[in-house]
């Protein structure tokens, strides 16, 4: 039986969610299932989130991640429990069929052993045919990277944050 495909982001450059965020929009666009399960993430306040009703019902989005920036040098048992709910879910997300499932930082998250990267590779075991998972995040494990059909790297060339710019609402969150 054939498998779904798996597109990987990574890298230290700016762009992976934004990236998935536009598959995203266009298979809405299209009138096809997404949905996207955010890691390390809980802020409500941020775009890709905002609109989850306004793209409803083809546009779903769950966050597991507290709301405050995790201390990757110290997690908090919260976020290790918080980032196997939010793989449970994706588990299930599957049997769903959706175009896209998006897990967005499951590369960070792997990274940093918040998600064992064996329990995403059984993971994408089990994609059907119709699905594209895509993964998101800096510092994607090599074995991911590895499994990919796609894989685009990011490189950070210059940001304004290096000229102390913040983050801007809709365009950085």
Do not use: W
């Not at 769950?62 to 879910?89: S, V, W």
């Not at 994706?90 to 049997?95: D, I």
């Not at 089990?126 to 059909?149: F, H, N, Q, S, Y």
């Amino acid at each position: 039986m054939a498998k779904g495909m798996v597109y990987l982001y990574t890298g230290e450059g700016e762009g992976k969610t934004t990236n998935a965020f536009g598959l995203a929009l266009r298979a809405v666009g299209h009138g096809y299932s997404v949905i996207i399960i955010q890691f390390l993430k809980g802020r409500k306040y941020i775009g890709e989130y905002k609109i989850k009703d306004r793209l409803a019902p083809e546009y779903k989005i769950h966050q597991f991640g507290r709301e405050q920036f995790i201390d990757f040098r110290n997690p908090m048992p919260l976020d290790y429990e918080l980032a196997e709910k939010g793989l449970e879910f994706a588990k299930k997300a599957l049997k769903r069929k959706p175009r896209l499932l998006i897990l967005d930082e499951i590369n960070l998250a792997a990274h940093f052993g918040i998600v064992k990267t064996e329990d995403i590779l059984k993971l994408l075991e089990e994609i059907p045919e119709e699905t594209t998972v895509v993964l998101t995040g800096r510092r994607a494990p090599g074995e991911l990277i590895k499994r990919a059909d796609l894989v685009t790297e990011m490189k950070l060339i210059k940001h304004p944050f290096e000229k102390n710019v913040p983050a801007r609402e809709g365009v950085e969150y």
